[in-house]
Nanobody, 123 residues
Framework: QVQLVESGGGSVQSEGSLRLSCVVSGHTFASWCLAWFRQAPGQEREGVAAIDPDGRTIYADSVKGRFTISQANVQRTLYLQMSSMKPEDTAMYYC?????????????????WGQGTQVVVSS
């Protein structure tokens, strides 16, 4: 059974930084596309960043230059380093996984999801 467990959320002031982590376990596929999504109250879940098995990355325009996605331990741990944070980054952040290579940051592309970790950015 595939499990994704996020951690690292919290409260931070505008222009501050946070690092999210996600531990992936229980999978049997040779490689994964791993991604971060977020969902603010009353809004749809949106893709933030994704990373391929070979390290190729995809970012949403809203976070380019501020957020960095990375992975470690043969794709068993996923990170999201968030810097220069803004109040509009406030959301529940979810880790997601799909077998194979990343195709897009569309919600429908991903099968496996974590429970989320809350991030609040105050002005």
């Amino acid at each position: 059974q595939v499990q994704l467990v996020e951690s690292g959320g919290g409260s931070v002031q505008s222009e501050g930084s946070l690092r999210l982590s996600c531990v992936v376990s229980g999978h049997t596929f040779a490689s994964w596309c791993l991604a971060w999504f977020r969902q603010a109250p009353g809004q749809e879940r949106e893709g933030v960043a994704a990373i391929d098995p070979d390290g190729r990355t995809i970012y949403a325009d809203s976070v380019k230059g501020r957020f960095t996605i990375s992975q470690a331990n043969v794709q068993r741990t996923l990170y999201l380093q968030m810097s220069s944070m803004k109040p509009e980054d406030t959301a529940m952040y979810y880790c997601a996984a799909e077998s194979g290579w990343c195709r897009s940051l569309e919600y429908e592309e991903f099968t496996y999801w974590g429970q989320g970790t809350q991030v609040v950015v105050s002005s």
